[in-house]
């Protein structure tokens, strides 16, 4: 067989035996954590037990500013450096009807982005790929987010068209950027990615068809050489 069929081979049987790991993913369950403001003056204290968060002056944690109930989940939270906004990200392979980012302050949502505006196109999780089966990922990874301290907003760098920077202070989008890689890696993956077994398999009957003709040239070249 053909070392690059043989290739193409292996490469389908390592994608079908690292499958079974996205099968058997679990995420760990949320845990209480502090979430800190930049300048580290203020802390909110997420509690997934209660569902009750609460902030805090980091010099006196006895006595809470504020607080709200919500269910956070795994996702990503943040403090503003005024103590006076949490913005909560969805988990990354989190997609569906409701809101992907959300700010809310004393008073409740001050404003919230739904996943059909920040990623309406996400990309599928490839099967040998960590993460729950058969879903897709609108954040490439929990680390593309990018927090500015001096300006007080971050960054989410999705898997569909754009990025987004959002301000802490107002929750409003102060910039959003078009990613021409992940136009290329669409490409790859769902155009050119598929026609890699075909392209080998085309070079392999070339290959082989070359290799005819020339021991049937050669054969034929001894023909006439007895004959002569």
């Given amino acids: 067989m053909h070392r690059f069929t043989i290739l193409a081979l292996l490469a389908l049987l390592a ?7 996205s099968h058997a993913f679990k995420p760990a369950p949320p845990i209480r954590r502090d979430v800190w403001s930049p300048s580290g003056e203020y802390v909110l204290d ?3 037990e209660t569902n009750v968060h609460k902030v805090h002056l980091a010099a006196n944690r006895k006595t809470s500013l504020w607080s709200f109930a919500q269910p956070l989940g795994i996702g990503e939270v ?3 450096d005024n103590g006076k ?10 997609h569906g009807e409701g809101d992907c980012v959300t700010f809310r302050n004393n008073t409740g949502t001050i404003k919230s982005y739904p996943f059909a505006e920040i ?18 990922s609108f954040i490439w990874r929990n680390e ?8 007080d907003t971050f960054q989410v760098t999705t898997t569909g068209w754009h990025e987004y920077i959002f301000s802490m202070k107002t929750g409003e989008i102060v ?6 890689g992940n136009v290329i890696y669409r490409l790859w993956l769902y155009v050119l990615l598929p026609l890699v077994p075909l392209g080998l398999w085309v070079m ?4 082989r068809r070359n290799r005819q003709r020339s021991a049937d040239a050669g054969a034929l070249a001894g023909g006439r050489a007895t004959c002569g």
């Fill in 15 to 21: 994608s079908l035996a690292l499958a079974p790991a």
């Fill in 46 to 48: 997420v509690n997934p």
């Fill in 78 to 80: 943040f403090l503003s």
């Fill in 85 to 94: 906004v949490v913005a909560i990200v969805a988990w990354r392979f989190a």
């Fill in 119 to 136: 990623c309406p196109n996400p990309r599928v999780k490839l099967p040998f790929e960590p993460g729950p089966i058969g879903v897709v």
């Fill in 144 to 151: 593309h987010f990018l927090r500015d301290e001096i300006e």
């Fill in 175 to 180: 910039a959003r950027r078009f990613l021409p």
């Fill in 204 to 207: 392999a009957r070339w290959r």
